[in-house]
């Protein structure tokens, strides 16, 4: 499976961004995918995901409210809408998807996101 983001740019706080994953390859083994961030100088943590049978959510508590992840099977693309954003969703926004059974996971390459104040 290869993963790729787009997307990312500058925008001031309080904008909105849309990130894209297209996802290629093996997308029959993909169980789930998700939205993973890295700030300069803190650890990747996890964003959003969701299922690939129900399409079933999960967010982070920081984005809840603010960002909504959705896909669109037919063309095998997760995507992040970000709205409401601030100075600390500044990072490295990163696409992963997981297989099912012991298939493994794959990242995507990532995409910067910058919010100036």
């Known amino acids: 499976v290869q993963l790729v983001e787009s997307g990312g740019g500058l925008v001031q706080a309080g904008g909105s961004l849309r990130l894209s994953c297209a996802a290629s390859g093996s997308t029959f083994s993909i169980n789930a995918m998700g939205w993973y961030r890295q700030a300069p100088g803190k650890q990747r943590e996890s964003v959003a995901r969701i299922t690939s049978g129900s399409g079933s959510t999960f967010y982070a508590d920081s984005v809840k409210g603010r960002f909504t992840i959705s896909r669109d099977n037919a063309k095998n693309t997760m995507f992040l809408q970000m709205n409401s954003l601030g100075p600390e969703g500044t990072a490295v926004y990163y696409c992963?998807?997981?297989?099912?059974?012991?298939?493994?996971?794959?990242w995507g390459q990532g995409t910067q996101v910058t919010v100036s104040s």
């Open positions: 992963k998807a997981v297989g099912s059974g012991d298939r493994g996971e794959w």
